[in-house]
């Protein structure tokens, strides 16, 4: 029983039945879900009947997903980077030449194509990490928001709620300037950065928060800045992204530069926190693992970019049991389906462990919703319960892909084609499968891709 | 213009007209292929117009898919063994307790629907590892083939293709007596399988083939039988596949008992050969892979499964480079998506070395297809051309996940979903992403898997 029970007589409350919920205490039959004006959850009853005026959700109703470290526009890679030897080489110039290419509008329209299809994947929230701010030559857009303006309507058409990690991206490498394309990314300082986004302005359904490119792409002197400009009146911080330690190269550019560790760098600085999620975090001490597990920092784990880009596999287990609360990101969007990176967490861990079962189910369900959308800033979203934001997610079990399993492990065998329904915020934006607001979003993909590659 | 070209008048003749097909010098716009009543294809014309009373098949037409390895029954594990720790032992534990279970009429009534999956996932033909012979306690059927029956009448329910790989397993370990469930498996020694393997025959859907489970399940001095029952009068070999080094516990175990690795006893016994399939060869010496290559043995890769049982990841590269064919295989079915199967031989790759781009597309596509069918004793399959099957796949290149891609990479983006149409020797067994023959599959596995587990 709810205090917000008050409502339930209102015209405007949506009540909904689930078969299955994902509950905070685990799977749990026969669900009245009961949603208020306001999109949050009212009531949440488990083990009853469906009532009159219930909407059924069928199969297995989980949080909504958190896909935590998103580059749009890297969609437009996909199956375009692995003919002629497929190096990383190759893919990186093909980024350039796609990133010099991009104005508000077509990102706009790449990027509601590219966050629709993230809905029909149970995605409710997108942290997207953001960077490519300004015009060719680096010229300032007549709004110097306007690509990030154009994020929050693409998720705004797509139905879905939107962290923009805008991102500071300073340098192409530790002392090296930036040069060509990369000058869209330029916002001269820390200084430059902070007054650009803090013409941003919060709405229900889009979040600011920060990006450090990299300690490549940010010098240390320039963290200070960017840590005071995440720094709420009261002291809490807004989220901060970071890629870190994703390759090698880094680690040894990182120890010539400053003599320590990528991760030592920024805990030197007193960047690592709560609020931060580190990226990728594949090649790091026993020493690093500590420092970003004893500071709570989140780690964004991006499976299906890693493996694509070769980055190879990082201490997943052992983050977690230092301290760091994992979380999942579609990173390149090579691939968009949270399931395969949920499975692809555990199965990177198998590989390089030759041990079956290093997560529970549990813990890779709560790497996808709950401590997804609190590292993206919204605390009150990822979990179904009273007061949370209605954001349901509705898997189904009777696909070729689902059927015969455990419900409680779904996650194991489900893919981004088995979601039949998703509510955000207790709106319908995806049903049968289908996109409620976009009538093709493969067709609409095509169209946003030709365009974004002319 | 194909010696066959007399038949295109016949009114059994089939015509089909393909925006983009995959023939064997590569991707080829505007493609006519002329089908002849006996299911194999009579023309292929590139470059062409679609002209009247010729069936279109959309996005990309790929050769049928060869599924080189699979266990049926391991599809009642999926979503299934992720609990209480999830170990390896435990997957075993719930494997044998399955395995115990599984009768000619239930295994028909589950194989049909794994093979269904197939279909509906590209698979024209799949080799099934097959060594659950008896009944409780090792007690022979009326007909000591029923259960191999069982697969074959699944496979034609299915619509596929099937090689039946009747597996000799002699042993629980080297030296070790097969016990409990196992007594299902025992022939008594290799003459006692050879004997009832003799009395099975092809038909135009099913090939018999044989397998050795493993050097630790077959004494080495049974091998010369084994392999002198799959030559035929004129030399020719019938397939053989075994599981090879799948785990280190297996190279320990065979270095203690013959004082080899298991590849070397393979070779020393004149097992090797082109008509053979390694299936894993996870844990390789350089010599083993010589070896492997030198024969031109092929390696059947099952990524999904080495990842989920958590193998390792072989040396795939090194082994082709060798000499060996690589094929893939779906193996424990707990996915189903030669795509991903595909991706997975790429990806593993990348993340063992760190490098992109390991495999051409066209070396995926190969595995696919025309190695696999070879690999399975239909050399005539897996290929567009004149006097091949006509097994045809289209994949949609309109769907969110193959939006935008090029259509010679859509391999590295597409899944199983996007199977439109499949065609078996010239028969829709697949269109609009439904099965023809079987009305819903998922329903059916949901049944199946119930009814196995009890």
Redesign the interface.
């Known amino acids: 029983m709810s205090a917000r029970r008050q409502r339930k007589q209102d015209s405007s409350v949506t009540t909904w039945w689930c078969e299955r919920a994902w509950l905070p205490h685990g799977l749990t039959q026969g669900v009245r879900i009961v949603v208020g004006e306001d999109g949050r959850i009212d009531e949440v009853t488990p083990g009853v009947q469906p009532g009159d005026g219930e909407t059924r959700l069928r199969g297995v109703v989980l949080p909504g997903f958190a896909n935590v470290h998103s580059h749009a526009f890297h969609?437009?890679l996909?199956?375009?980077t692995?003919?002629s030897?497929?190096?990383?080489w190759?893919?990186r110039e093909r980024m350039y030449a796609l990133a010099a290419r991009m104005d508000p509008e077509s990102y706009c329209d790449l990027a509601t194509?590219v966050y629709?299809?993230m809905a029909?994947a149970g995605v409710t929230c997108v942290g997207e990490f953001h960077y490519l701010h300004h015009g060719p030559g680096g010229a300032r857009y007549g709004d110097p928001n306007a690509m990030g303006e154009a994020l929050r309507e693409a998720a705004r058409r797509a139905g879905i709620r939107l962290t923009l990690l805008d991102t500071c991206y300073l340098s192409a490498g530790i002392g090296v300037p930036l040069e060509g394309v990369q000058r869209r990314f330029d916002d001269g300082d820390a200084e430059g950065w902070a007054n650009r986004v803090s013409a941003l302005a919060d709405d229900a359904f889009f979040r600011v928060a920060a990006g450090i490119h990299s300690v490549r792409a940010v010098p240390a002197d320039q963290f200070a800045d960017i840590v005071d400009a995440t720094t709420e009146a009261d002291g809490a911080r807004r989220p901060l992204q970071m890629h870190l330690s994703e390759q090698r190269s880094e680690n040894a550019a990182c120890l010539a530069a400053y003599g320590v560790t990528p991760t030592r760098l920024l805990a030197d600085h007193g960047v690592l926190h709560s609020s931060v999620s580190a990226v990728h975090a594949t090649h790091l001490t026993p020493e690093d693992v500590a420092l970003i597990g004893g500071s709570h920092t989140s780690t964004c784990i991006c499976p299906t970019t890693?493996?694509?880009?070769?980055?190879?596999?990082g201490p997943s287990r052992d983050l977690t049991d230092a301290g760091s609360s994992l979380t999942l990101g579609t990173d390149q969007n090579?691939v968009?389906d949270l399931f395969e990176e949920a499975r692809g967490l555990e199965?990177?861990e198998?590989?390089a462990?030759?041990?079956?079962?290093r997560f529970?189910?549990s813990e890779l369900v709560d790497a996808m919703t709950v401590y997804g959308h609190a590292a993206l800033g919204w605390p009150e979203a990822g979990r179904v319960e009273v007061g949370a934001f209605a954001d349901l997610v509705s898997v189904r079990?009777?696909?070729?892909?689902?059927?015969?399993?455990?419900p409680?492990?779904?996650v194991?065998?489900a893919?981004?084609?088995d979601i039949d329904t998703l509510l955000v915020a207790g709106r319908p934006v995806v049903q049968d499968g289908r996109h409620l607001l976009i009538e093709?979003?493969?067709?609409m993909?095509?169209e946003?891709?030709?365009q974004a590659w002319g």
């Open positions: 969609r437009a996909r199956g375009r692995h003919d030897g497929g190096t990383f190759m893919w194509a629709a299809e029909l890693e493996r694509d880009v070769a980055d190879g596999i090579a968009v199965m990177h198998r590989l462990t030759g041990d079956r079962g529970a189910v079990t009777d696909s070729v892909r689902t059927a015969g399993v455990l409680e492990q779904v194991m065998a893919s981004a084609a093709h979003p493969g067709h993909l095509v946003a891709v030709d």
